[in-house]
C-alpha cells in the first residue's frame, strides 16, 4: 500500500525543478538565468528565493503568453536573451525551460544557436538546462543545471591538481566554511556551485546587480583536468551527476560521499581529502574532539529525541545519520522526491538505531507530502522536527519542536547562514535538539513524572499526592 | 533632463519605444496625462508581474476559507502559492473546515503530461472527498493543462453530479493574458456565475455591504468591519479576504458594494450592479482621512440622518483615539518622500496615508493596473481590446428579475452623483502633482534607476524589490504583506503604518552603513605650526 494518497498531494514536500535550477546557477559567476514559460514562474521561483536567502533575487522570463504557446516562444526567447544582454551585461546566461516551454516542445538549443547566428561575436555564453516542472523536483533541478554546465563549458583538460567540489543545495554559509575548510587543508578546489556570496550578500556603496561572486567559467573548465572529484551525492542519478561526467567524459577520478555531517561524514571527507594531499591539522583534530566532546554533553538529551527527517534525499540522509550517531531515533526520514535509493541508504542505521530505544516502528517516505508525515508523525509519536520550514504548520498543530535547518525556511530570517556542515555546522543541529528536549522536560517534567508513576497509584488513593 | 528621460536613457531602440508609453512624469498644466498598461510584458527585462493562475488561485480564489482549492498541474505553482499571501482569516463559528493552511496538488508527472491529466483530478477530487468533504471544490489550471487539453470545466461538472457539492473549473493557465490582472478576471467570471445569488441569507441589519478587493493582509478587512460594524454598517462578506463559499452566495443581498482594490474585482462590481442593481462606491480604508471620507460617503448613500450622526459620533471618538500618536509619528516622518508599487488601487490608497503623515509619494505604479486604475473609468471607452484581452472571456450578465433590487431610482441615483461618486473611479493619478512619476509594469533596472535619480525616503513595494532597495540604501516596506505586521487600514492601522515606517527610517542600523575609517581624511598634517 502505497504511504500517501496517489493523486491529490497535500501540502507537497517539494519544488519544481526550475527553481533549484535557477538556485544553482547562482553559483556561477557573472551568470543570470532565464526560465523560458510565463513569466509566473519566475515570480514565483524568486519570491520564494528571497524569502529564504532574504537577497535580491534575479530571474528573467521570456514572457510567454498565449500567442507564443500557439506560435511557438522563439521569438520571445530571442528577444529575451537579447534585452537581458543589454540591460544587465551578464557573462553567461542559464535558459531553463518550465512546463510550458516543454509542453510545447520548445527547440531550445536551436533557439540558443540562431541567437548566436543573429549577434556573431557577442561574448556570452548561454546554457540550456532542461527543468520541465513535472520533470522532478528541485533537487533534480539543481543537478540538472550543474551537470548542464559541467557539459557545456569548453574543457580545459591540461592537469591541474585541483579537486573538484561538487554539492546539492547547500546553504551560503555552509558553502563559506566548505571554502574555508579546503583552503586550510591545503588544497586548491573548483566548487559547482560556489552559492556562497551571491546569495549572501553585503551592505555595499552601489548596489550591483550582476552578482561578482560563485565560480567563474574559466574555473569550470578546468574541472576536466582535475585529479579528484568529490560529490557530495549517494543519490544523484548517474546521468544527472557531474562527476560521473567528468569521469566518463575526461577521465576525472571521482568519489560520491555523503554530505560532510556528523562524525562518519566528516571522516569520511577528511580521509579522501588527506589521501589526495591534504594536511589533518591540529586545529581539525581539536574541533574533532570538541565535537565528540560535545556529543557526549547532548547524548542524554538527545536520546529522547523521536524525530521526522525531511528535506532533499541527500540531506535526509546525512541528517538521518548524525542523528543516529547521538541517540536521536529517527523515526521518520522522508523526502518529496522519487528516490528509490534512499531505503538502502539509511534503512539498516534507522533500525538499529531504533532497537537500542525501543522503538519499534520507523518509515521511510519517498515521493512523499507533508500530510503523510504529518500523519506519522502522530501515529510514531515524533518530538522533533528536522528540516524546512514548511512543516512549520505540523510543528505548531502537533506541538513538535522544530530545527529549521533546510530550504526553505520562510517564517524566519536567516536562511542563507543556516550551519549544517562540518563538525560546527552538526553540532549546530546537535545543539538544538539537546535544547529542544530540554525545554520539553522542564516544561512538563513533574506533569509528565506524576501522570506516569504516580496518578492514579493505590498508594496515593484516587486524589493522588497533589 | 527630467527623471522620466533619465530612466529611458538606459533604452536601446526596441524597448525605448516599447517602455516610453508607460513612464510618465507628471507636468504642471498637463490635461489628461495617459499612459499605456495592461500590455505585454518586455521578455527579459526583469518584470515584477505574476501569471493568469496567481492572480486567480493566489489572489481571488486562494482566500476562500472553506473552499478546497486544487491546483491542477505539476506541483511548483500549487506550492508556491501556498500561504504565500498573507490573506488571514479564521474559521467560521460552528463550522470546523478552515483549508487556506492547505496546499492541494495533482502533482502532474511526465506521463500524465503525455497521457493526459484529467483522470488523475478526479481521482484527487475523489481523495479529497474522502479526506475532507468540503462543500466546494474549485480547480485552477497551470500551464499545461489547457495546452493537453484537460477538460476541468467538465471535470467539475462531473464532480457536482456525483458528489453533489459546488465545483468550479478554472482555465487559468499561467501564458494567458499578460499578467495576473488575466486571473483576476477569470476567478470574478467563475464568481459571478457560480457563486453569488445562489444564496438566501439575508442581512441582519438595515444597512448590509459587501467589500470587494479586500483580501485581509495582515488583517486590515477586520480593521474595516469592526470600524463599519460600529456605525451599524453590516458587512455580508468581503471578497475575499476571510471570505467563505457560504457568504459569498448571499452577497447580492447586501445593499452596497464597497470597492477596494479596483482592477482585482471591477468585473464583480459592475456586474452586480446589471444583474442585482447594486451600487458600488470606490472606497479607500487606507489613511484616516481617506477612511473618514468613505464613511461619510457611505452614509451620504444611505441618506439616512441617524447613520450619518452615528457615523460623526464613530469618527470622532476613533480620531480622539489615535490623535496623539499620529501627531507623534506625523512630526517624525513630515517632509519623506516615497515610492509605491502596490496592487491594484493601493499605490493611489496609500499616498493617502503618507499624506496623512505628511509625507509625499513621488513615484508611484502598478504591476498589472489597466488605463482606467490610473487615469479613471471614464477612459475604458478609449481603450482598444488587443488581442489578449480578447482572449480572457468577458461574460455579458442580465437583470435577474427575482432578485434585482436597485436602492434608488434613476433619477435618484443621478441626483445623489452630484453629491458622491457612485459607481465609478477617478484612477490615481488625478491625485498626483507635477513632478511625480508615474511607471506601468516596474521592472528591476527601472527601479534600481528611481532609487538613484528621484532617491524617495522610502520604498514600498514586494519582497522581490526589497533587498536591492536596501542594498541601495533606501528603507523598504513590503506592502503586499506587510513584513509581517499590518494592518495598515482604517484608524488603529494608521497608528501601525505610522509606528512601521519610523521604525524603518529611524533604525540605527543605517547609520552604520558607511565605516569609520571612511570618514577619516586620508592625510593628518598640521597647518601653522598649529
Redesign the interface.
Known sequence: MSEN????????C???M??GAATALYGIRGCMS?LH?????A??????M??HF????????????????VFGGEA??L??????I???RPEVIGVCT???AE??GEDVGAIIGKFHEQNPGLDVKIIRVAS????G?QNEGFFAALRAVAGQVEPDREPNGKINIVTPMVSPADMRWLKAFLGGMGLDAIFLPDLSDNLD?V??K??Q?LKTGGTSLGEISKMAGAKLTVEFSEHAKPDESPAVFLHETYGVPFVRLPLPMGVRGMDSFVEVLRRHGGTVSHDLIKERGRYLDAMVDGHKYCAKARAAVFGDPDFVTAAVRLCCENGIVPVIAATGSVCPTLKAAVREEMDACAEISFVENTRILEDCDFDAIEKYCAELGVNLLIGSSDSR?ISRKLGIPLIRCAFPI?DHVGGQRVRTLGFEGSLNILDQAANAMLDRTEARFRGDLYDRFYKGDAAFGEEGIG | MNDREKLLEKYAAKVYKNRKDHILQLAEGDEDPSIAANTRTIPGVMTARGCCYAGCKGVVVGPLKDVCVITHGPVGCGFYSWGTRRNKARPDEHAEKNFLPYCFSTDMQESDIVFGGEKKLEKAIEEAMQLFSPACIMICSTCPIGLIGDDVQAVAQRTEEKYGIKAIGYSCEGYKGVSQSAGHHIANNGLMRYVIGTGDKAPAKTFSVNILGEYNIGGDGWEEERILKRCGIEVVTMFTGDASYAALKSAHLAQLNLVMCHRSINYIAEMMKTKYGTDWLKVNFVGVGATCQSLREIAAYFNDAALSARVEEVIADELSAICGDMEYYKSRLAGKTAGIFSGGSRSHHYQTLLRDLGMNTVIAGYEFAHRDDYEGRGVIPQIKEDADSKNIETITVERDLEQYRAFYSEDELAALCAEIEIDTYAGMICDMDAGDVIVDDYNALETDELIRTVKPDIFFSGIKDKFSVQKAGVSSRQIHSYDYSGPYSGFRGAVNFGRDVTMSLFCNAWSYVTPPWKHEPTLVGSYGGR
Open positions: 494518497l496517489v493523486n491529490l498531494n497535500v501540502n507537497p517539494k519544488m519544481c526550475p527553481m532565464i514559460g510565463s513569466q509566473g514562474c515570480t514565483y521561483i524568486r519570491r520564494h528571497a524569502t532574504n537577497e535580491p533575487i534575479d530571474i528573467a522570463s521570456s514572457s510567454l503568453t498565449e500567442q507564443g504557446t520571445n526567447l528577444k529575451g536573451i537579447s534585452n537581458l543589454k540591460l544587465y518550465t512546463c510550458l509542453t510545447i520541465p516542472g513535472y520533470g523536483t550578500g551592505t555595499e552601489t548596489y546587480r504548520r520562510h
